[in-house]
């Protein structure tokens, strides 16, 4: 049962960080950021926006999500995928939201066009 809680349901019928879903099934909904959450100077898609900013709603899900099986499996670095968000121009973003310990480093964003280091926070 511990495969189960880590996914969506404890042995107890307590839910997990995506609630009643699978969090490698919820993962698997971010395939089309996967380029763009390997590479910072990968271009984001506008699927991919579309599919972050939902994720977004739910940060625990989201951090779960960046650190499942199917993420490391696809390369997902999660100090590139938490600039995701400000590279599709997401206005609302929950920064500072804490997430296994991890802080994603100071990045240069080239979408910004600008000299200005922003340090962005995943999960942390």
Known sequence: MTIAGFNGVDGNGNYG???KHNIEKE???LE???KAARDVYAPVSERCCTVMEKKLKNPSCLCAIM???TAYNAGIKPE???TIPKRCNIPVRPIGHKCGGVKA???R???LKTTLYQQYQLCG
Do not use: D, I, N, Y
Request: aromatic residues 4%.
């Open 17 to 19: 960080p995506c609630g």
């Open 27 to 29: 993962a698997e909904k």
């Open 32 to 34: 089309p950021c996967t």
């Open 67 to 69: 650190f499942s099986r």
């Open 80 to 82: 590139v995928a938490v």
């Open 105 to 107: 480093p100071l990045v």
């Open 109 to 111: 964003l080239p979408v």
